[in-house]
């Protein structure tokens, strides 16, 4: 028997979309008593950016494994968000609606309707003293410590690996958390989707277990457990993320690597391995200037996660951040990759060296 977890969960999401939009209603003209103990948080965010590709690239896009920032040569939004996040006694729910490239790009494999949904979830505490939360809907990923929001990361751009990993995902959240510990248990629609492959009627599972040592170090263990192709051709895939952090007021340290592993056929022995290892840095002046950087290693030489790859990427960034105001970030980014194959065009030859120069701008107006 068919499984009906997609359709569900969509009715899920419409029923989030209804309520979030009549709370927003309520709270814009209406009164609370000082006994309401109920909260509505609107949230805004902005991200601009410019890319110049010292490549040659005739339609203004870098190549196909660049999910955000992948225009070229133009002003554009990479990321346009408006949230409502709404919390009374043991619920809580948030909607976050998002326009530009990243959009466009990374969700074109979603229904139409479905394109411009950051994260819709609604969660109930099942214990009434106690953080347990079961969590339905569309939920930012818990595989890496790269989101979608730039402004949360010490580079303008994401990594390869974060590109091609989910930024978020669709199902069940069981979680519970401490002051020292974060865990939960993942039942989802699939490796980055809402609606599920067409004939596949497996659920993905995932884990996430983040231990504090302190309020500076911390580290996380991440996996996802699931097949992205119908019935008749189920490939098991196993990815298994882990990284630590390590921050002051003055610099920061993130140092991460994922490993994972699908079945190369149908009922096959054999399987695909895929690899990354990325190290990032910042440095913080003063109140008004920061520098990023980041060192990168990709190797996916079966294509699992990008089919035009079949030997290792290496790549270096660095970024210049300067926040004037609270909330607004402009931002200046060199990047620059290596592959041991000529995959990037310049003039009439392809070259193995790509190079990228990003200016950007983030805010967040409340």
């Known amino acids: 028997m068919k499984l009906k977890f997609t359709f569900k969960l969509l009715k899920v999401i419409k029923l989030i979309v209804v309520i979030h939009f009549n709370l927003l209603n309520d709270s814009l003209f209406s009164q609370h008593t000082e006994t309401d103990s109920s909260q509505l948080t609107v949230g805004a965010y902005l991200e601009l950016y410019y890319t110049y590709d010292f490549q040659q690239t005739s339609e203004n896009e870098r190549p196909d494994y660049f999910y955000s920032y992948h225009r070229t040569n133009e002003l554009n939004v990479n990321l346009g968000l408006i949230s409502v996040e709404?919390?009374?006694?043991r619920l809580r729910s948030v909607l976050g609606i998002m326009v530009g490239t990243y959009a466009g790009k990374n969700m074109a494999h979603e229904l139409p309707y479905l394109r411009n949904i950051h994260e819709a979830r609604i969660g109930y505490q099942l214990h009434k003293s106690k953080p347990l939360w079961l969590d339905i809907g569309v939920l930012e990923s818990h595989i890496g410590f790269e989101s979608a929001t730039g402004a949360n990361?010490?580079?303008?751009?994401?990594?390869?690996?974060?590109?091609?990993?989910?930024?978020y995902s669709s199902g069940a959240q069981l979680s519970y958390e401490t002051d020292n510990y974060f865990i939960s248990l993942l039942a989802l629609n699939g490796w980055q989707r809402i609606s599920r492959v067409n004939d596949n009627t497996t659920i993905g599972l995932g884990h996430q277990f983040t231990y504090f040592f302190s309020d500076q170090f911390s580290v996380n263990s991440s996996s996802f457990v699931g097949n992205e192709f119908p019935n008749y051709e189920r490939r098991m895939r196993y990815h298994h993320n882990l990284f630590a952090k390590y921050e002051t007021d003055k610099w920061g340290l993130?140092?991460?690597?994922?490993?994972?592993?699908?079945?190369?056929?149908?009922?096959s022995d054999t399987y695909s391995v895929f690899s990354s290892a990325v190290i990032e840095s910042t440095f913080q002046f003063n109140t008004k200037w920061s520098l990023g950087l980041r060192g990168e290693y990709f190797m996916d030489n079966d294509g699992v996660l990008i089919s035009v790859i079949n030997d290792p990427i290496f790549g270096a960034t660095s970024t210049i951040n300067y926040e004037p105001l609270l909330g607004f970030?402009?931002?200046?980014?060199?990047?620059?990759?290596?592959?041991?194959?000529?995959?990037?065009?310049?003039?009439?030859?392809?070259?193995?060296?790509?190079?990228?120069?990003?200016?950007?701008i983030t805010f967040r107006p409340f």
Do not use: C
Request: no cysteine; proline share 3%; glycine share 10%.
């Open 86 to 89: 709404y919390t009374d006694h």
């Open 254 to 267: 993130i140092g991460g690597f994922d490993i994972g592993t699908e079945q190369k056929a149908y009922l």
């Open 329 to 360: 970030m402009m931002r200046l980014e060199g990047r620059y990759l290596h592959h041991s194959n000529s995959i990037y065009s310049l003039l009439d030859e392809t070259i193995p060296n790509g190079y990228f120069v990003s200016v950007g």
């Open 153 to 167: 990361h010490w580079n303008l751009s994401r990594s390869i690996l974060a590109d091609n990993t989910p930024y």
